[in-house]
């Protein structure tokens, strides 16, 4: 097992080091607890299918359980999913960077490791500022579940992730209390009509003022 280090973020421009080792670490294939508005998120290259699988292993997740990709810039998205829809955009234009997961159909780019071996890829932009820019200096989009062994509570603080994850990853970016603290909304844009698969901050009444058809999963 690597030895887990902590790396304290308070400040984009003076903590320029931190993020540089954090964001070299990610382009490497390593796993990087990072801080997000939601939770703290268990960050790997989302295009490399032997992170992701370092993921699943350090979580004791179940393999087909798909696994959120993060984007700092919607120029990342066309290449990760067949068609943008125009619901996305609208949906982007209103809630992103925020904490709403849409998902689409994915493109070849995406490995069945990350996807969980669905033709489906989830993404999501946050809005926390590290996070955003571990994402454009690893210059990958990151694959990213919450920062903790299944089945334990979801991080919030870096402290969380110490106690859950020292010792199954490389580095724990400390950037301070998730502002949310839940995890974010998830949506489908492959369903007629759209439909919220996981309720979070943002509300299947705000979906509605953008997608007027938006329904709420039963399941």
């Known amino acids: 097992m690597p030895r887990t280090k902590v790396l304290k973020v308070t400040d984009i421009e003076k903590d320029r080091a931190a993020l540089d080792q954090a964001a070299a670490l990610l382009r490497e294939g390593k796993l990087v607890a990072i801080p997000t508005e939601t939770v703290y998120g268990l960050a790997a290259n989302a295009l490399d299918p032997q992170a992701a ?97 299944s089945g334990s509570p979801s991080p919030t603080t870096a402290q969380h992730c110490i106690d859950d994850l020292t010792g199954r990853v490389d580095v724990i970016v400390d950037g301070g209390e998730c502002e949310v603290g839940v995890e974010s909304t998830v949506l489908t844009l492959c369903t007629d009509p759209p439909s919220v698969l996981r309720p979070g901050a943002v509300t299947l009444e705000m979906l509605r003022q953008v997608i007027p058809e938006m329904t709420l999963d039963p399941g």
């Open 53 to 149: 699988h370092a993921i699943y292993t350090a979580k004791g997740r179940p393999g087909d359980n798909p696994l959120i990709v993060h984007v700092s810039d919607l120029s990342q998205i066309p290449p990760l999913v067949k068609t943008v829809p125009d619901a996305l955009r609208r949906l982007a234009e209103a809630f992103w960077p925020g904490p709403m997961t849409v998902i689409m159909e994915k493109s070849d780019k995406i490995p069945p490791a990350t996807s969980g071996g669905l033709e489906t890829v989830a993404i999501r932009m946050p809005s926390h500022p590290v996070a955003r820019e571990l994402i454009r200096r690893s210059g990958v989009p990151l694959a990213a579940p919450s920062a903790n062994l």
